[in-house]
Antibody, heavy 115, light 107 residues
Framework: QVQLVESGGGLVKPGGSLRLSCAAS????????MTWIRQAPGKGLEWVSL????????DYADSVRGRFTISRDNAKNFLYLQMNSLRVDDTAMYYC????????WGQGTLVTVSS | DIQMTQSPSSLSASVGDRVTITCRAS??????LAWYQQKPGTVPKLLIY???TLQSGVPSRFSGSGSGTDFTLTISSLQPEDVATYYC?????????FGQGTKVDIK
């Protein structure tokens, strides 16, 4: 069955960096667009970034453009999100999700940005 | 960027009631609109995509309609297990945008 497992979250100071990973299994990873979506504690859902199945087309929310970089490794079935210059308002659960729209989601990894 | 306005922000209804949630796009998005259900402490679940196509396994009491700028999620007969927050998502082009969410509970 489809599985998406995020990792790499944690506590980081403002201005710091983290790299999130999402391990995909149970489907042909290279066939699907992949997305990162986040949810701040007690808040709604926010789309963060999208990468096409080939990796050639990438988009970002304005709130993260220039600070976050999405990438994928279709040989290893991994999706990544490199997050730099982290801010307190980046604190959220980060989900990786498959497809357009996103029909399968991982369980999320929590990123906390705090001094 | 296209904005999505979802209403109401919350509602309370009785078991068996018909419930309607709306999403309005600031510009036309064709039928590239999805609806998600998120129960407390869980991952969002896709209910409807392409505005009106029911995701496999979703109960038939859920339905979606609309195209262009105005969209509706309807629960034909509210059940206790439908207590959740519902979000619309426009995905026609980047940036994708979620609605603000509608919290549904039982009166």
């Amino acid at each position: 069955q489809v599985q998406l497992v995020e990792s790499g979250g944690g506590l980081v100071k403002p201005g710091g960096s983290l790299r999130l990973s999402c391990a995909a299994s149970g489907f042909t990873f290279s066939d699907f667009h992949m997305t990162w979506i986040r949810q701040a504690p007690g808040k709604g859902l926010e789309w963060v970034s999208l990468i096409s199945n080939s990796g050639l087309n990438i988009d970002y929310a304005d709130s993260v453009r220039g600070r976050f970089t999405i990438s994928r490794d279709n040989a290893k079935n991994f999706l990544y999100l490199q997050m730099n210059s982290l801010r307190v308002d980046d604190t959220a659960m980060y989900y990786c999700a498959r497809g357009r729209p996103t029909g399968h989601w991982g369980q999320g990894t929590l990123v906390t940005v705090s001094s | 960027d296209i904005q999505m306005t979802q209403s109401p922000s919350s509602l309370s209804a009785s078991v068996g009631d018909r419930v309607t949630i709306t999403c309005r796009a600031s510009q036309g998005i064709s039928s590239d609109l999805a609806w998600y259900q998120q129960k407390p402490g869980t991952v969002p679940k896709l209910l409807i995509y392409a505005a009106s196509t029911l995701q496999s396994g979703v109960p038939s009491r859920f339905s979606g309609s609309g195209s262009g700028t105005d969209f509706t999620l309807t629960i034909s007969s509210l059940q206790p297990e439908d207590v959740a927050t519902y979000y619309c998502l426009k995905y026609n082009s980047a940036p994708w945008t979620f609605g603000q969410g509608t919290k549904v509970d039982i009166k």
